[in-house]
């Protein structure tokens, strides 16, 4: 898509929005400029006023659209203007849902979603409608995941905190804990560890979000120390979570809306 269409199809600046919802996390506007960041869940990117620069060990990627498996460390750098981030919880959607929708490729990097201008189009709209977004990046309708392990990723969801062990579910499911963790990793498309350390980081901003001091919401979403919470969560989005909560964002938690910074 050229750079004169995505201009025209955004229109005037809006107000930066992020959502949290069941399955995704999202983001729309300006590129707040995180360093390289390697998160636990698939990432899609896209390009709204122009294309996109791809930061990878193996060199530079301009695309409109990238999409980067879990745990692939990388940095985007939008040429211009504004972005869609969109963070796909594995259990709702497993990340071949939207790799299978870039319509290139370079490494293990997807490139040029197929839904591309249809994405920017909606980030144009007064409303952002997160759920429309979701379900036109990905491919088609989730078609499961073993029993088991959607019920693990459910009580990891719900209870973000609790500190499970992998010997111990591994045991209750008569498995090895080599095999448990391979079956989650097969099933959810990121480790158990990281699993359980993505949902505590959402919690934590959510409940900061909401009005909590974000020292005590690190701690009581379950990371050990503040410093812990700190250091993941840059390793995760590429940025200090003050820098996110301060940039004027517009967060959207499904039941209320909440204007920070």
Excluded at 116 to 136: G, I
Excluded at 141 to 163: M, Y
Excluded at 235 to 258: K, N, S
């Amino acid at each position: 898509m050229s750079h004169d269409a995505r201009s025209k199809i955004r229109g005037s600046a809006r107000m930066p929005t992020a959502w949290a919802r069941p399955g995704h996390i999202g983001y729309v506007g300006p590129d707040l400029r995180p360093d390289t960041h390697s998160p636990p869940v698939a990432m899609l990117t896209v390009g709204l006023d122009g294309p996109l620069i791809v930061h990878t060990a193996r060199g530079l990627i301009r695309t409109g659209s990238s999409f980067a498996p879990a745990r692939t460390a990388h940095r985007v750098v939008a040429t211009q203007g504004w972005i869609l981030v969109l963070f796909i919880d594995p259990s709702s959607a497993p990340a071949t849902m939207i790799s299978d929708e870039m319509t290139a490729a370079a490494g293990t990097f997807g490139l040029s979603h197929r839904h591309e201008r249809e994405l920017v189009e909606l980030c144009a709209e007064p409303v952002v409608d997160p759920d429309l977004l979701y379900h036109r990046a990905i491919a088609g309708p989730h078609l499961g995941t073993d029993a088991r392990i959607a019920r693990l990723a459910a009580a990891i969801r719900d209870q973000p905190a609790n500190a499970l062990r992998a010997d111990q579910i591994a045991a209750n499911l008569g498995l090895s804990t080599g095999h448990f963790l391979h079956l989650f990793t097969q099933h959810c498309g990121t480790t158990f560890r990281g699993y359980q350390r993505w949902n505590r980081m959402v919690t934590a901003i959510t409940n900061a979000v909401n009005g909590h001091d974000l020292t005590r919401s690190a701690i009581d979403a379950g990371f050990a120390t503040p410093s812990h919470f700190s250091e993941s969560f840059r390793a995760m989005i590429g940025l200090p979570a003050t820098t996110m909560l301060g940039a004027g964002i517009h967060f959207d938690l499904g039941t209320r809306a909440v204007q920070r910074g």
